[in-house]
C-alpha cells in the first residue's frame, strides 16, 4: 500500500502544451549539454579555440541525446525515426554553425566570459531549433494548446 502510494506520487505527466513540453524536456537536454561541454573544456581550455571546440562537440553529442528524448517526449509525430533523425540532425547542423558563429563572436570577438556566453547562445539557439522541430523534422500538429 504504501509503495503503490510512493509510486504514484512519483508520477508526474509531461504539459499538454508543446512549448512547455519542449522547455521541460530542454532542461533535461540542456543539463547534459552543459555538462558535455564542461567536460570538453576541461581536456582544451589551454587551446586557443578551447571554448569553440568544446561547444562544437557538446552541441553534436547533445544533439543527438535530445532528439531521442524530443521524440519520445515532447512531440508526438507518426513520422518514422529515419525521418525524423535526419530532418533534426539537419536543423541541429544549421544549429550548429549558426551557434558556433555566436558563440565565437561573443568569446573571442567581443571578450565575453565563455560560460555567461554558453548561456546566452543556448537560450538563443534553443528557440531556433524549437521552431524546427516543431514544424520541420517532427511536424507536430499545432492544436489550439500549442505554440
Request: proline share 1%; glycine share 8%.
Amino acid at each position: 500500500m504504501l509503495s503503490q502510494m510512493m509510486i504514484s506520487m512519483m508520477r508526474f505527466s509531461l504539459p499538454k502544451n508543446v512549448f512547455f513540453r519542449y522547455v521541460l524536456i530542454g532542461l533535461l537536454n540542456l543539463t547534459i549539454f552543459y555538462g558535455l561541454y564542461e567536460s570538453c573544456y576541461l581536456l582544451t581550455k589551454s587551446w586557443d579555440y578551447g571554448p569553440n571546440v568544446s561547444w562544437a562537440v557538446a552541441w553534436v553529442l547533445g544533439s543527438i541525446f535530445a532528439h531521442l528524448t524530443h521524440r519520445k517526449w515532447t512531440f508526438y509525430t507518426d513520422e518514422s525515426v529515419k525521418w525524423t533523425l535526419s530532418a533534426a540532425l539537419t536543423i541541429y547542423t544549421i544549429g550548429l554553425i549558426g551557434s558556433s558563429g555566436t558563440f565565437g563572436l561573443f568569446v573571442n570577438f567581443w571578450g565575453f566570459n565563455h560560460r555567461i556566453s554558453w548561456a546566452v547562445n543556448s537560450a538563443i539557439w534553443g528557440i531556433i531549433d524549437y521552431i524546427g522541430l516543431h514544424k520541420i523534422a517532427f511536424k507536430h500538429q499545432t492544436d489550439s494548446k500549442s505554440i
